[in-house]
């Protein structure tokens, strides 16, 4: 089993506690591989659109990019952590999503996403933990996967690992270890199911892109969708 992990900053605080207690049960049977931000994706997207319309090798950051694409592709879970920051995900975080726009369905979403699984583990000090999730789980939906589990640590009286209360970091430890025994169960076991809503999303997308294939053959997108066959009746969750 593979499993990559985007840590969405490289404070080793509670975030990153709270994914060193999930991996624990993966740790012995599992390939990890970790990715650490800002560190392995220093550069903010410009909004060029190069990878959408020329191909994502075009990118100016394509050699941290396709670094990150290639474990995503191979990866049979995908963990993805940031603590909130002013109510969302950290901006680095969102700078690695925004460098994949061009795997979104409206796109050329990748055909080995739509059977995968994503974790998001995300806290902060009050609210903000469930719309710095949101954040990236709004990104993994149209990239057409189905399965996210969500995971949100809401802190209440310091944002400390250590200075936690037994207490609070005993509920913790329990949650994570739950959880991630929990999916260990289902991961190790067949691809997951591919919902109607994902389904619904990635019909739209194809009459959109069957008709913007037949004003332009050319077109990247439409090609592609082309290529893989989904513009007849092949599906990418179909074997």
């Known amino acids: 089993m593979k499993i990559i992990v985007i840590n969405g900053t490289e404070k080793h605080g509670v975030t990153y506690r709270l994914k060193e207690l999930f991996l624990e049960r993966f740790r012995e049977n599992a390939e990890i591989t970790e990715f650490y931000l800002p560190k392995d994706c220093p550069s903010f997207c410009s909004g060029c659109t190069n990878c959408i319309l020329k191909g994502e090798h075009t990118c100016k950051d394509s050699g941290y990019i396709q670094i990150i694409a290639a474990s995503l592709l191979e ?92 207490k609070k970091r005993s509920q913790l430890t329990d949650k994570m270890h739950r959880l991630s025994k929990k999916l260990s169960g289902v991961c190790y076991g067949k691809p997951s199911n591919v919902n109607v809503i994902t389904k619904i999303k990635f019909l739209f997308c194809r009459m959109m892109q069957k008709s913007l294939h037949k004003n332009d053959p050319e077109y990247t997108d439409g090609k592609y969708w082309a290529k893989q066959g989904w513009l007849g009746k092949t599906r990418p969750w179909r074997a």
């Open 75 to 166: 990866s049979d879970l995908i963990v993805m952590t940031s603590p909130a920051y002013v109510m969302h995900a950290t901006s680095s975080m969102k700078a690695l999503l925004d460098h994949f726009a061009y795997l979104w369905m409206p796109h050329r979403p990748a055909p080995e996403m739509f059977t995968k699984r994503a974790v998001i583990i995300t806290q902060c000090l009050g609210a903000g933990a469930k719309s710095a999730a949101k954040d990236i789980k709004h990104s993994l939906s149209w990239w057409g996967i189905s399965d996210i589990t969500v995971f949100t640590g809401k802190l209440m009286e310091d944002i400390i690992w250590e200075k936690l209360a037994e």
